[in-house]
T-cell receptor, first 117, second 115 residues
Framework: EAGVVQSPRYKIIEKKQPVAFWCNPI?????LYWYRQNLGQGPELLIR????????DSQLPKDRFSAERLKGVDSTLKIQPAELGDSAVYLC???????????????FGPGTRLTVL | AQKVTQAQTEISVVEKEDVTLDCVYE???????LFWYKQPPSGELVFLIR??????QNEISGRYSWNFQKSTSSFNFTITASQVVDSAVYFC????????????FGAGTQVVVTP
């Protein structure tokens, strides 16, 4: 079974440029998460989707970050414009969903390492 | 508020030694789940184990074992007979009923296993 797929794996951009990350979750997983991991720290949740609905976006900096999951499958996270402090690894994860609470483990993709110059 | 503390920044061992990783958590939820993830140099977080707050039974799975003690809010993880492939950053994480779906991670512990 394929795991969580993310692209690109690496991205280098100049500050003020836009950037987008793509994620395809594990087949059948209804819940999708975007995390940001700064160097030397644990991941921090940015946004969580239940199917196509964003149910927790309290940590998403909405002035420059946006996300979508239009058909409830794959998702895109965008930053516009990027700032130096956005340099981090952006991780996507998926899980079956809250209806399977005892087995609702999050499985992570390889991440996209963003460098803003 | 939830908080996970991994006080050990880095642990270095020689192959075949045992490694124990400490994790202390804080939560007001009465129902919660604790996790350990491994992040090798490739960057992908790999799920290792999950425990719910009602089950303090400690178990062994292959070379992995864990010690969950609610009285001290600790969820320690041990790798027995370490191997070079165990070299990675290990994260302890918490998910509580009050904020279900949001994993609160610790800062991670770097494990270096040398031959």
């Amino acid at each position: 079974e394929a795991g969580v797929v993310q692209s690109p794996r690496y991205k280098i951009i100049e500050k003020k440029q836009p950037v987008a990350f793509w994620c395809n979750p594990i087949s059948g997983h209804n819940t999708l998460y975007w995390y940001r991991q700064n160097l030397g720290q644990g991941p921090e949740l940015l946004i969580r989707y239940e199917n196509e609905e964003a149910v927790d976006d309290s940590q998403l900096p909405k002035d420059r970050f946006s996300a979508e999951r239009l058909k409830g499958v794959d998702s895109t996270l965008k930053i516009q414009p990027a700032e130096l402090g956005d340099s981090a690894v952006y991780l996507c994860a998926s899980s079956l969903g809250e209806t399977s609470i005892d087995t609702d483990t999050q499985y992570f993709g390889p991440g996209t390492r963003l460098t803003v110059l | 508020a939830q908080k996970v503390t991994q006080a050990q920044t880095e642990i270095s061992v020689v192959e075949k030694e045992d490694v124990t990783l400490d994790c202390v958590y804080e939560t007001r939820d009465t129902t919660y789940y604790l996790f350990w993830y491994k992040q090798p140099p490739s960057g992908e977080l790999v799920f290792l184990i999950r425990r719910n707050s009602f089950d303090e039974q400690n178990e062994i799975s292959g070379r992995y074992s864990w010690n969950f003690q609610k009285s001290t809010s600790s969820f320690n993880f041990t790798i027995t007979a370490s191997q070079v492939v165990d070299s990675a950053v290990y994260f302890c994480a918490l998910s509580g009923r009050g904020s279900w779906g949001k994993l609160q991670f610790g800062a991670g512990t770097q494990v270096v296993v040398t031959p």
